[in-house]
C-alpha cells in the first residue's frame, strides 16, 4: 500500500493534476488497484458544471494512466525520478455513468502487454462496484 506521500515520490503530477490518492495493491509488471476520493473542492468542478458537478471523463482515464505510470515503476527495479512514462494512446473509452463529489473512484489497471519501452494498459474506474469508465491505451518510459 502506498500513500500520497509515497505517489509523489513516484509521479511528477501534484495538485491540482494529481488523481491518485492511495495505491491498495501492486502485482509488479501484472496489475495495481488504487483510489481516487472525488471531492467538491477539485478545481475542475468550477466550470464542469457549476450548477451540476460531474467529473470530466478524460480525467478519470489520466486517473488510470497514472496509477499505470506507479506499476511501470514499480515494476521496474531500476526505476528512479529521472524516469517518466508517457501517455502515447487511449482505445475503446467507455464512459458509462456521472462521477460526482463524495465518490470514490476504484482504479484498476491491469497490464495486456510489454515490448520493453513500451506497455498497453487495459483500466477501469468503479464507483460502489459499478463500471463509470474503462479504456485501453498505452505508455512509453523514458530517461528525462
Given at each position: 500500500?502506498?500513500?500520497?506521500?509515497?505517489?509523489?515520490?513516484?509521479?511528477?503530477?501534484r495538485?491540482?493534476?494529481?488523481?491518485?490518492?492511495?495505491?491498495?495493491?501492486?502485482?509488479?509488471?501484472?496489475?495495481?488497484?488504487?483510489?481516487?476520493?472525488?471531492?467538491?473542492d477539485?478545481?475542475?468542478?468550477?466550470?464542469?458544471?457549476?450548477?451540476?458537478?460531474?467529473?470530466?471523463?478524460?480525467?478519470?482515464?489520466?486517473?488510470?494512466?497514472?496509477a499505470?505510470?506507479?506499476?511501470v515503476?514499480?515494476?521496474?527495479?531500476?526505476?528512479?525520478?529521472?524516469?517518466?512514462?508517457?501517455?502515447?494512446?487511449?482505445?475503446?473509452?467507455?464512459?458509462?455513468?456521472?462521477?460526482?463529489?463524495?465518490?470514490?473512484?476504484?482504479?484498476?489497471?491491469?497490464?495486456?502487454?510489454?515490448?520493453?519501452?513500451?506497455?498497453?494498459?487495459?483500466?477501469?474506474?468503479?464507483?460502489?462496484?459499478k463500471?463509470?469508465?474503462?479504456?485501453?491505451?498505452?505508455?512509453?518510459?523514458?530517461?528525462?
Amino acid at each position: 500500500m502506498l500513500d500520497v506521500i509515497e505517489i509523489q515520490k513516484i509521479l511528477p503530477h501534484r495538485y491540482p493534476f494529481l488523481f491518485v490518492d492511495r495505491v491498495l495493491e501492486i502485482e509488479p509488471g501484472k496489475k495495481i488497484t488504487a483510489l481516487k476520493n472525488v471531492s467538491m473542492d477539485e478545481p475542475f468542478f468550477q466550470g464542469h458544471f457549476p450548477n451540476r458537478p460531474i467529473m470530466p471523463g478524460v480525467l478519470m482515464v489520466e486517473a488510470m494512466a497514472q496509477a499505470s505510470g506507479i506499476l511501470v515503476s514499480k515494476s521496474n527495479p531500476d526505476s528512479n525520478e529521472d524516469n517518466l512514462v508517457y501517455f502515447m494512446n487511449i482505445e475503446k473509452a467507455k464512459f458509462r455513468k456521472p462521477v460526482v463529489p463524495g465518490d470514490q473512484l476504484l482504479l484498476e489497471v491491469e497490464v495486456l502487454q510489454n515490448r520493453g519501452k513500451v506497455w498497453k494498459f487495459k483500466g477501469e474506474a468503479k464507483v460502489d462496484g459499478k463500471v463509470v469508465c474503462e479504456a485501453e491505451f498505452m505508455a512509453m518510459t523514458t530517461k528525462e
